[in-house]
């Protein structure tokens, strides 16, 4: 297996593709853990418990997409790096990246650990589930620095090429978190609190194999204890091209936990069923999400080696077989969520309203398919900024109002979910509008290897 996967010559579909498939691998097998927490509680705990690791995961998850988000600094300079040939700084980024999350992790370990009454009350949980749901965010937010470590790491192999041991880590993870929630939601009856233990100790194992996965493996560069040390121009490349990622995916966050504030307010049933559908949403938008990830390190590369047309057909290509995808999607999502709505829960109050949510993320599935591969293209470039920007507008300006406006005339979740698709299709245009400006950019420079 290559240690350092190159993108800057050969052909473009088979490497996106051969790159992009683990990695959607990955993703699934990480939202499968994460559904089966859900999927666990649903049958074997109470319509309370099942409220709380809804609106707990959705917290949670927010954490930790802003920390992920933050890595992709990482992602994106060494891909560069190493597009440039520059092992030597690639070396210096992680050992520094290591550091600085490290720093995070245990930031952001107290303030979740010491705000959980804080951050339920600010989600409006619903009372019958309210103690179970700062029980849910008390136990992972006491996890935090491991599920950082476990994300951290992923951003690194991603960045080095490699897509396969993101895999294998999430592959162990998976099977852990099974054997977690058997274990202490359907053996001890722990309910929500016992979905959390089980998430933070199969990310603990997952960390440990990928840490000696990476100590045994010869890397281009040099690696060791004198590497781990804090260097502050390294730490400010990462900022700035992390920091406007993680804070447009904090806001873009904040914005369905918005949502999800608004939807707790008509009822326990209501929460419940978001939380459902949101985790059918997670299986459906792994394309998408796959390409996004995928586009940013492939594109770095190019774009460290000058190779600017490559950069372009990638995106072409990847919108192409996202879409393709997405249509599919579409129509399950769409026709069939009660069905997928059904595998996590048999409360037939629930279902219903689960599937009726998950009808207007359905919508959505076609126009993610252009976004994310155009977030993927602009963070492989370095063009953060742009992309806190359009996540900000499609957030505040357009997602949240429609929510609002939505709700104050109907209590129906298919119609407040609508307010997603609306805001993506915003965001598109802006994206459209940004690449006239990169095309004009980079006109110039383009450098056309032969694939």
Request: aromatic share 10%.
């Amino acid at each position: 297996m290559k240690t350092v996967q190159n993108f800057t010559e050969g052909k473009i579909l088979r490497p996106l593709l051969g790159f992009m498939l683990p990695v959607m691998a990955a993703l699934f097998l990480q939202a499968m853990y994460g559904a089966v927490d859900l999927l666990v509680v649903g049958h074997f705990g109470t319509s309370a418990d099942l409220s709380a690791v809804s609106t707990g995961s959705m917290i949670l998850l927010t954490l930790t997409n802003v920390t992920t988000s933050f890595s992709m600094g990482i992602t994106v300079l060494l891909g560069q790096q190493i597009g440039m040939g520059k092992t030597k700084l690639a070396g210096e980024t992680i050992g520094t990246g290591v550091v600085f999350f490290g720093i995070v992790g245990l930031v952001m370990t107290f303030i979740v650990s010491l705000g959980r009454n804080v951050l339920a009350s600010v989600m409006n949980a619903p009372q019958e589930a309210f103690t179970q749901t700062t029980q849910y965010i008390a136990i992972c937010g006491a996890g935090f620095l491991v599920i950082v470590a476990y994300n951290i790491l992923g951003s690194i192999f991603r960045g080095l090429g490699d897509s396969v041991t993101p895999l294998a880590a999430v592959s162990i993870a998976c099977a852990a978190n099974i054997a977690g929630d058997l274990l202490f939601v359907a053996g001890f009856h722990m309910g929500a609190a016992g979905a959390a233990a089980a998430t933070v100790l199969a990310q603990l194992i997952s960390v440990i194999v990928s840490v000696l996965v990476i100590r045994r493996r010869k890397l281009p560069f040099t690696l060791n204890r004198a590497s781990f040390k804090l260097r502050a121009n390294v730490c400010r490349r990462i900022v700035r091209v992390g920091f406007p990622i993680a804070l447009q995916d904090f806001l873009v966050g904040v914005s369905f936990l918005v949502i999800m504030a608004i939807i707790n307010r008509i009822g326990v049933d209501a929460s419940a069923g978001v939380g459902v559908a949101e985790k059918v949403c997670g299986f459906i938008m792994l394309v998408p999400s796959a390409f996004m990830q995928s586009m940013a390190a492939f594109v770095a590369q190019n774009i460290g080696a000058r190779a600017y047309d490559r950069a372009y057909r990638t995106l072409r290509y990847g919108i192409m077989l996202s879409f393709a995808f997405g249509l599919c999607m579409f129509a399950l999502a769409f026709f069939h969520g009660d069905l997928l709505c059904g595998i996590f829960t048999s409360d037939q109050q629930i279902v219903p309203l689960a599937a009726d949510y998950l009808r207007s993320y359905a919508i959505d599935c076609i126009f993610t398919c252009f976004l994310f591969c155009f977030i993927g293209f602009y963070n492989g470039t370095g063009s953060t900024f742009f992309v806190m920007l359009q996540g900000i507008i499609g957030a505040f300006a357009v997602r949240i109002p429609a929510a609002l406006l939505i709700s104050s005339h109907t209590s129906r979740l298919f119609y407040i979910g609508l307010a997603t698709p609306c805001s993506t299709v915003v965001q598109i245009v802006l994206c459209l509008i940004m690449f006239v400006k990169v095309r004009k950019k980079y006109a110039e420079k383009s450098v056309s290897p032969a694939e």
